[in-house]
Nanobody, 115 residues
Framework: QVQLVESGGGLVQAGGSLRLSCVVS????????MGWYRQAPGKQRELVAT???????TYTDSVKGRFTISRDNAKNTVSLLMNSLKPEDTAVYYCNGDPPFMIPWGKGALVTVSS
């Protein structure tokens, strides 16, 4: 069964940076399109960034130019580098496939950006 374990969240001031990582096990990782999602308090979960097996990437408009998604197939890891963080980036961040795997979501990584 696929398992997703996120790490790297924390508290950071506006303008700061954080790097999230996600280790994926039990999937054909090299072939999977992976994504980072986030859910802010009181809001629906949204897809923030994706990366294909060929390393093509997409980003939601609000993070373009600030966030970078990457993958390491040797380590079954997908990462999200977040720069120039804003208070509105505060959320729990999750990794999953795109579309999401039919499994329970991981615990996520809480990112809190203070103004």
């Amino acid at each position: 069964q696929v398992q997703l374990v996120e790490s790297g969240g924390g508290l950071v001031q506006a303008g700061g940076s954080l790097r999230l990582s996600c280790v994926v096990s039990g999937s054909d990782f090299r072939r999977d399109t992976m994504g980072w999602y986030r859910q802010a308090p009181g809001k629906q979960r949204e897809l923030v960034a994706t990366i294909t097996s060929g390393r093509s990437t997409t980003y939601t408009d609000s993070v373009k130019g600030r966030f970078t998604i990457s993958r390491d197939n040797a380590k079954n890891t997908v990462s999200l580098l977040m720069n120039s963080l804003k208070p509105e980036d505060t959320a729990v961040y999750y990794c999953n496939g795109d579309p999401p795997f039919m499994i329970p979501w991981g615990k996520g990584a809480l990112v809190t950006v203070s103004s």
